[in-house]
């Protein structure tokens, strides 16, 4: 099936291409973090979150989990608006061009994922004022990205860079590991993958063939049903990582080789053919969110 394949894997990178062309996709992370952690906390903090990280700075998951429930629930509010009032064009698997609807979904999950990466310990996702997506950025939004769509692989790669950003310069150390060859194959899978997984999600549920005047609400529906578990599901897997823990920092001894190449090895993480995904992990906790 490499027709297939191919089809799936360009589906998705064509619709990453296409919401990143979106206006107010890029979050600023030092303006983000400023706006948002200075509603609880003192300036000083707040300083020391974004020279460094939220973790570091004292600030625990528990937080940051009122920050981050509310930027979910924003974005899906005002996503789940926007399909419900532009409805879903279907004919997305036929035709070389994304709906406007699907971008503008994408773009919002490019948004809140930014956020919470930010919210629990990652460094800048875009460089300077860069239209254009590059490797290491691409990359690095497939990756995430996976997570959300519950690809196990994307977990996989995302932990072994995570391990050693937390410990070294995370932001030499990530350009690096997102820019080595052994990456792309695993990168490109998994791109496939989602690829898979959203023709699946969006488009085998019927909504390539919405029914006039209902199309609004099931747009909007369906919206809001695909966006926040998988916003969750990212915020879940986030807390799990070292640069989050408030302790991780505590115990952590100083490291000076910021400027030391650091290789990191991802020939053990196996991106299986099939779907694989975690379907019985739909992000969501038993509280009542």
């Avoid at 897997?237 to 910021?258: G, Q």
Wanted: with cysteine; aromatic share 8%; proline share 3%.
């Amino acid at each position: 099936m490499p027709k297939q394949e191919t089809a799936t894997k360009n589906n998705f990178e064509m619709v990453l291409h296409s919401a990143m062309e979106l206006p107010g996709i890029k979050i600023n992370r030092e303006s983000f973090l400023r706006k948002e952690l200075s509603k609880y906390f003192d300036d000083d903090v707040v300083e020391n979150a974004i020279k460094t990280n939220p973790a570091q700075a004292g600030l625990s998951i528990k937080n940051l989990d009122k920050i981050a429930k509310a930027c979910i629930n924003y974005e899906t509010a005002k996503v789940t608006t926007l399909s419900a009032a532009a409805g879903i064009p279907g004919g997305f698997a036929m035709f070389a061009t994304v709906p406007a609807d699907i971008a503008q979904l994408f773009g919002h999950i490019i948004r809140v994922l930014q956020k919470l990466v930010y919210l629990y310990g990652w460094q800048e996702m875009f460089r300077g004022d860069d239209k254009g997506l590059d490797d290491e950025t691409s990359n690095k939004l497939t990756l995430f990205i996976g997570v959300m769509f519950g690809v196990n692989a994307a977990n996989a790669a995302i932990s072994k860079i995570a391990q050693t950003a937390a410990i070294h310069a995370e932001k030499t150390l990530v350009q690096k590991a997102l820019t080595q060859g052994t990456i792309y194959p695993i990168v490109k899978r998994i791109a496939k993958l989602i690829g898979v997984r959203m023709t699946k999600t969006i488009f085998a549920k019927g909504v390539g063939k919405i029914i006039p005047v209902i199309g609004a609400v099931a747009s909007g529906g369906i919206t809001f049903a695909f966006f926040r578990p998988m916003a969750k599901r990212l915020q879940k897997y986030l807390i799990t990582l070292p640069m989050a823990s408030v302790d991780f920092y505590k115990n952590k001894t100083d490291s000076n080789d910021d400027n030391t190449i650091i290789d990191i090895d991802f020939s053990d993480i196996i991106v299986e053919d099939t779907d694989d995904f975690d379907e019985n992990d739909n992000g969501e906790s038993n509280e009542n969110d």
